[in-house]
């Protein structure tokens, strides 16, 4: 089960952090990412990171503004969000698969949802 929260009203070029809290099972062998969805717009891809925590993968439109990473004990995720444009609003999902899957930019790879907390960025 995945819990995101952290979202909320930022205003352009501002900041915000996602959380992602898993439970029910040990994830130290699942990847896990961040997508979004827009209203009106299909779901994207954000960010990814693998079980090894030693590499991470970006969309073009979030890369250098925003960052993922898992606690130590694996069962957190975080996408920190800095420089936020009004583009960035969005519903943002956490999801994690056992291992990896090399089409990880599409949610048909991911396995287990979160319910999705909402961020929007004011102009």
């Known amino acids: 089960q995945l819990q995101a929260s952290g979202g909320g009203l930022a205003q352009a070029g501002g900041s915000l952090r996602l959380s992602c809290a898993a439970s029910g099972r040990t994830f130290s062998t699942y990847s896990a990412a961040w997508f979004r969805q827009a209203p009106g717009k299909e779901r994207e891809f954000v960010a990814a990171?693998?079980?090894?925590?030693?590499?991470?993968y970006y969309a073009d439109s979030v890369k250098g503004r925003f960052s993922i990473s898992r606690d130590k004990d694996m069962n957190t995720m975080y996408l920190q969000m800095n420089s936020l444009k009004p583009e960035d609003s969005a519903l943002y999902y956490c999801t994690a698969r056992l291992n990896w899957n090399v089409g990880y930019y599409s949610s048909k790879a991911w396995d287990y949802w979160g319910q999705g907390t909402q961020v929007t960025v004011s102009s």
């Open positions: 990171i693998r079980p090894s925590m030693s590499r991470t």
